[in-house]
């Protein structure tokens, strides 16, 4: 990896630290959506209440792109976390922006894409956080389903899960994350935002985050916000 793009993931790990979007609960985890337990969620829809931080994600965006040369016509945004990011950059850059439900409306065109026709255009998605990937690829499945071509998605950050990678590859789609979660982890390391027994948890979790409990889960299931 480039260094400017080392830097780029420690800009974008600081910028959600800074702004509280990342929750470490080693000792109450939580469930995610997908079934997952974990001692930690990413919350990225904190990002526009905190201007600075916000600013420093859409500019590192515009420099991945950058990076990898992306060609696009139309930017999408999944609803309703990726809309916010997806707008604003498509605002910075100048380019069209749309948005894709999560499921058609009952009534109408009862498309998933809403804002523009993207037939025969180059889409680029943004997500602002993927976990498995379910949504991420629903979101493909609809733009494509509507004649767009898509390649590539960017998002904020991923935790890294293979079953994630494999069913981005399967859908023929590249994904590059502003930074990974284990460089969040690592800064917030540096930080010391906790100590070695919660590092120890969180690594734990990341090697196996299917097989992953939480032996400390006292208090219940908490559900990702």
Not at 15 to 34: N, Q, R, W, Y
Not at 39 to 51: A, Q
Not at 152 to 169: K, N, Q, S, V, W
């Amino acid at each position: 990896m480039s260094d400017s793009l080392n830097v780029l993931q420690e800009q974008v790990a600081q910028a959600l630290l800074d702004c509280g979007a990342v929750v470490f609960t080693p000792h109450e985890p939580i469930t995610f959506k997908s079934g997952i337990r974990a001692p930690v969620y990413v919350d990225n829809r904190r990002l526009p209440f905190w201007p600075d931080q916000w600013r420093v994600v859409i500019e590192c965006f515009q420099q991945m792109i950058a990076a990898h040369t992306l060609a696009f016509d139309v930017i999408a945004g999944i609803e309703a976390a990726g809309i916010p990011h997806s707008a604003a950059l498509a605002y910075a850059l100048g380019r069209p922006s749309v948005f894709v439900r999560k499921q058609a409306k009952p009534h109408g065109t009862q498309s998933r894409i809403e804002g523009g026709a993207v037939r025969d255009r180059r889409v680029l998605l943004i997500e602002d956080l993927v976990t498995t990937g379910s949504s991420s690829l629903s979101g493909v499945a609809a733009l494509r389903g509507d004649g767009a071509l898509v390649e590539d998605c960017l998002c904020i950050t991923t935790y890294g899960f293979p079953e994630a990678r494999h069913a981005f590859d399967a859908a023929h789609v590249r994904l590059y994350p502003l930074t990974p979660f284990s460089a969040v982890v690592v800064e917030a390391s540096r930080r010391g935002l906790f100590g070695q027994p919660e590092l120890e948890v969180l690594e734990a979790w990341m090697r196996d985050p299917h097989g992953w409990t939480g032996a400390d889960d006292a208090d219940g299931d908490h559900t990702e916000p």
